[in-house]
């Protein structure tokens, strides 16, 4: 896991989600082809077992975002947590902002005793995902995930 405390790369800070970033969210959600809705943006930001943070510029304007999902698990003997999402504007891409914004959750998770966090992904994942994953100290999981249809 990402351990050091440096401060983010300068351009961006890092903060907790408001209300009001919940149309910026959901655009940039847009930027990936997903469909989101503002109200459960909301929702997640006032959920007591989520956390989502955001990259904003220095205009205030979010450029990035990430969320973890926190709740006890059996298998686990304690609490497992979840990235959900990992988003990042195109033109913020591949400047420090998703490798910050997931080291701060990991250490959020630590703060939260979490004893085993993953990373959720839809889709096939690319080898760049891939990489950057494992430069943030995560391996490629051999687990089975079924949906209902």
């Not at 401060?7 to 149309?23: E, L, M, Q, S």
């Not at 997931?102 to 085993?116: F, I, P, Q």
Request: hydrophobic share 45%; charged share 25%.
């Amino acid at each position: 896991m990402v351990a050091s405390m440096t401060p983010p790369p300068v351009g961006f800070k890092v903060r907790p989600a408001r209300r009001g970033d919940a149309a910026p969210i959901v655009t940039l959600l847009a930027e990936v082809g997903a469909v989101a809705d503002p109200n459960t943006v909301t929702w997640i930001i006032s959920h007591p077992e989520m956390e989502l943070l955001v990259a904003a510029d220095h205009l205030d304007k979010v450029v990035g975002f990430i969320t973890l999902s926190h709740r006890p698990v059996l298998k686990t003997g304690g609490r497992s947590g979840t990235i959900d999402e990992l988003n990042v504007a195109n033109a913020w891409r591949r400047k420090g902002v998703g490798r910050e914004l997931l080291r701060r959750v990991v250490e959020r998770a630590k703060v939260l005793s979490v004893k085993r966090l993953e990373v959720q992904t839809y889709g096939p994942v690319s080898e760049e995902v891939k990489a950057f994953f494992r430069a943030c100290g995560f391996d490629q999981a051999d687990v089975g995930t079924f949906r209902m249809k």
